[in-house]
């Protein structure tokens, strides 16, 4: 086993050895898009989320769980076990009109699943690249994919900038022109279970296009909610986001059983970053949001759930620090009994776990003789410290509308760009600690550096206008 696999996770290790290996778990896959930490019931919510609340109440929920600030760098990460830093993904999404993708020569979650006689299936969004066929999802590992390339559309005529972008396999598929992707996603989901031979151990990737902007959902899904925030549409329309999401989690739950699939399957659930507090999400009482490396952006919303679980796990919380990285060794080694060998160099804990992007994004100072520069923008965490630097810039809390909560402004000192928090006694980071503890600062600025020189050029070409959609039909696909 590599030194990935962490000690919650180590316990789908113990599970799976209790399990034939001609009888693999069946695991199946939920990430969720742009959802914020406070927008599920067990972290205080008003949205209603009795599926997922139900589903991690008992199971274990991941409370010291890590992500990437924004989509694609997790996606990577989740597909490879690799950071993007290792994959040239680190700087930012992968855009409609761009050609860039996950690169052709790392080895995919769905492929080395493949090895062990695993069905692979995917339903939702990929958002790691489609300029050249070879990107795609059927190419990378999945036996069959329903969903959309890009990363952001309309939720009923699945359409981004003058294209369309919805797919069975590699058909487009125009007849569910005006059907709201959170249903037809789950009804996809639940059509692969129903075929599926139970013979087979299943693979079913599911990334929801919810609760990404734009905010649209069925009204019946609103209703409820207008007295709950009066004062916001906003985050109304995303909490009937929320709710419908977890209608459609259920009823995937509810296909697995009927089918006579749940008792052997193991189900994961993720974000791949904070939510966006501009489009109704809220990350309370995390500071910062989507596209930050504040907890807002990064401390993600995560639990697994399955009755092969030791019974003295279930209905616990974990709080070992576990990383979307590590996901990739834990599935294949401690659930699909198998090994990654053939894959490039999976990204261990040596570090500490690294949520790193970077990128210069302006003038600092360095900070003594440290051999990584402040400037750039980038975070660790390890053990109880959490280091940011490059922050341009107040990051503050937005409290849950009509809470009436106000949280604490600390001191903002001018042109400070590094910070240090203890986040296990302050996991809000109010109280910067780099003053008092510059030796800690040391310390990790030092294992930045590590990772800084491993770090692989950024990938982050031009847009090609031979992607426009309006040279392909209409269509968004690819064109290389």
Known sequence: MVNTILPLLALLVVLSRQIEATDRPNIVL???????????????????????????????????????????????????????????????VIRPDVPNGLPLDEVTLPQKLKEYGYATHMVGKWHLGFYTEACVPNKRGFDSFFGYYIGAEDYYTHIREGGYDLRENYKVATEYNNTYSTVLFAEKANAVINAHNKSQSLFLYIPFQAVHAPLEVPASYVEPYKSIYPNDNSRQTYAGMVTCMDEAIGNITTTLKTKG???????????????????????????????????????????????????????????????????????????????????????????????????????????????????????????????????????????????????????????????????????????DLSGKYPKVVDMMLEKLASYNKTAVPCKFPLPDPSSDPKLHGGVWGPWR
């Not at 009795?50 to 760098?73: F, H, M, N, R, S």
């Not at 697994?304 to 679980?309: E, G, R, T, W």
């Not at 809390?397 to 590094?418: A, F, H, M, R, T």
């Open 30 to 92: 939920i990430v969720a898009d742009d959802y914020g930490f406070h927008d599920i019931g067990y972290h205080g919510s008003k949205i209603k989320t009795p599926t997922l609340d139900k589903l991690a109440g008992e199971g274990v929920k991941l409370e010291k769980y890590y992500v990437q600030p924004i989509c694609t760098p997790t996606r990577s990460q989740l597909m490879t076990g690799r950071y993007q830093i290792h994959t040239g993904l680190q700087h930012g």
């Open 261 to 431: 699939l749940y008792d052997n399957t193991v189900i994961i659930f993720s974000t791949d970053n904070g939510g966006q507090v501009r489009a109704g999400a809220n990350n309370w009482p995390l500071r910062g949001w989507k596209g930050t490396l504040w907890e807002g952006g990064v401390h993600a919303v995560g639990f697994v759930h399955s009755p092969l679980l030791p019974k003295q796990v279930q209905g616990t919380i974990n709080n070992e620090l576990i990383h979307v990285s590590d996901w990739f060794p834990t599935i294949v080694e401690g659930l699909a009994q198998g090994d990654t060998k053939g894959t490039k160099p999976l990204d261990d804990t040596m570090y500490g776990r690294a949520l790193v992007k970077l990128t210069i994004i302006h003038e600092g100072k360095q900070w003594q003789n440290s051999s990584f520069d402040v400037r750039i923008n980038a975070a660790l965490r390890s053990g109880d410290w959490k280091i940011l630097t490059g922050v341009k810039g107040s990051v503050d809390w937005v409290v849950p509308p009509d809470s009436g909560i106000s949280p604490i402004q600390p001191v903002v000192v001018k042109n400070q760009v590094l910070f240090l928090f203890n986040v296990t006694a302050d996991p809000s980071e109010y109280n």
